[in-house]
């Protein structure tokens, strides 16, 4: 069966509130709390306050800025700052659109986005800004995936 899959696309990751005021709060802290300290004691945080702080914020910027995923005729390539990979559609099976995964590999800043099972007993979460064209893009390479609408339920 020939795919009608012509070209690579890309999709952003979604973000929505609940992710977003996690990051914003945890940056807000990383940067606050060691400039409160310095405020409110006239003495700079060591060296390794800010080592600590910057690298996180630095860490946490790369994954807000760089996650997003790309489909093309044989593979989903996922990234998401360091974290890299990617999934041979011809060994996905099931695909649940609508679900949260709140534990394993989870490249996606936003709730209510996309659990893709492929090999036996693999999966992974994406939260791509459209679910129904990330689908129809894995749908047009591989037809016959067993789509699961948990938004219906």
């Known amino acids: 069966m020939a795919s009608k899959f012509q070209h690579a696309v ?3 990751s979604r973000r929505d509130i609940f992710v977003t005021t996690i990051v914003l709060g945890t940056l807000a802290l990383l940067i606050g709390l060691p400039a409160y300290g310095y405020l409110d004691s006239d003495v ?3 060296w390794p306050v800010y080592l600590i702080s910057g690298a996180t ?3 946490m910027l790369w994954l807000w800025f760089d996650t997003h995923y790309r489909i093309d005729a044989t593979y989903v ?3 998401s700052g360091p974290f890299r990979g990617k999934i041979a559609i011809d060994t996905i099976r099931e695909v649940e659109k609508g679900a949260t995964m709140w534990s394993g590999l989870r490249p996606a800043l936003a709730r209510k ?3 893709v099972k492929y090999n036996k007993y693999d999966e992974i979460y994406f939260s791509p800004d ?3 064209t990330f689908i129809q893009a894995l749908l047009d390479v591989k037809g016959d995936i067993l789509v699961i609408d ?3 339920h």
């Open 10 to 12: 890309i999709f952003k």
């Open 44 to 46: 700079a945080p060591g």
């Open 57 to 59: 914020t630095g860490f």
């Open 77 to 79: 390539h996922y990234r």
């Open 113 to 115: 986005g996309i659990v």
């Open 130 to 132: 459209t679910n129904d």
């Open 150 to 152: 948990n938004l219906k």
